[in-house]
């Protein structure tokens, strides 16, 4: 299919994926699909798809400025550098490896992040209650720990990313769904940049459908963020664990 005649569904994948990354993650499960069925070869698509998405994680964490201005900016901070390392090295592990090796994990992995995420709020109410002193600390280090972890996912496949995050900060506590997509968005939005920079040196992006995909998406992430906001915290999680189920039975099918 000759990708001009596809701009139509390029446009609207992109800014369904932004309004679905700014909610949920896991827009790229829209947009590499669209991509490829426009013509464009499966890595450059992989790539260009995480190109498309990335302005939609700006536009989303504009829409959470309150939320992110009333956590200290030192975590802000280090949380972004160490999104950021994780970002460039995951890149680098996708230019230098083959993509079959790490596919075969990547429905593990969602199926996992769903799991976690779905029993989330039930094990930070148990380790509030049962944390014994002196384990902030521990705890402190273990986010980070895990960020890193999700940054090289983000950085080599973005498919899931959103989850993986939103998973990693209801595990480490964070009680509103609101400051969880906040944080989401945020270091999702430096790991990508960061990555797809990578991408362009190496040149594995394709420009024409990537650009155009990267204005749906901003204004996607934008909308999304705000609705996002209005939604109960109910539909919100069943929305993030819905997504994370059928991406999970998607990947293990393309298996």
Do not use: C
Not at 30 to 40: C, E, H, K, Q, R
Not at 57 to 81: K, N, Q, V, W
Not at 158 to 179: C, F, Q, W
């Amino acid at each position: 299919m000759d990708w001009p005649a596809a701009w139509p569904l390029l446009l609207i994948a992109a800014f369904a994926a932004g309004v679905l990354n700014a909610v949920a993650g896991g827009g790229s499960f829209l947009t590499f699909p669209a991509l490829v069925y426009a013509g464009v070869p499966p890595i450059v698509a992989n790539a260009t798809s995480a190109l498309a998405v990335s302005p939609g994680y700006l536009g989303s964490t504009l829409g959470f400025r309150p939320e992110l201005r009333a956590l200290p900016s030192r975590r802000l901070i280090r949380e972004a550098i160490i999104a950021a390392i994780g970002g460039v090295g995951g890149a680098l592990l996708l230019l230098l490896t083959p993509a079959p090796l790490f596919a075969g994990i990547v429905p593990w992995l969602l199926l996992l992040a769903t799991v976690l995420f779905a029993v989330g709020p039930w094990l930070a109410r148990k380790a509030a209650v049962q944390k014994p002193a002196g384990e902030g600390q521990a705890s402190h280090w273990l986010r980070d720990a895990g960020l890193f972890i999700v940054a090289v996912y983000g950085g080599y496949f973005n498919g899931g990313l959103g989850i993986l995050l939103m998973a990693l900060y209801t595990l480490a506590g964070e009680s509103r769904i609101t400051t969880v997509n906040a944080l989401k968005n945020l270091n999702s939005l430096v790991l990508s940049w960061l990555s797809v920079a990578a991408f362009v040196v190496a040149g594995a992006v394709a420009w024409a459908p990537g650009l155009l995909m990267m204005v749906g998406a901003t204004a996607g992430g934008y909308f999304g963020a705000k609705w996002s906001r209005r939604l109960p915290v109910v539909a919100v999680r069943a929305v993030v664990i819905i997504t994370g189920v059928v991406m999970t039975v998607v990947f293990f099918a393309r298996r």
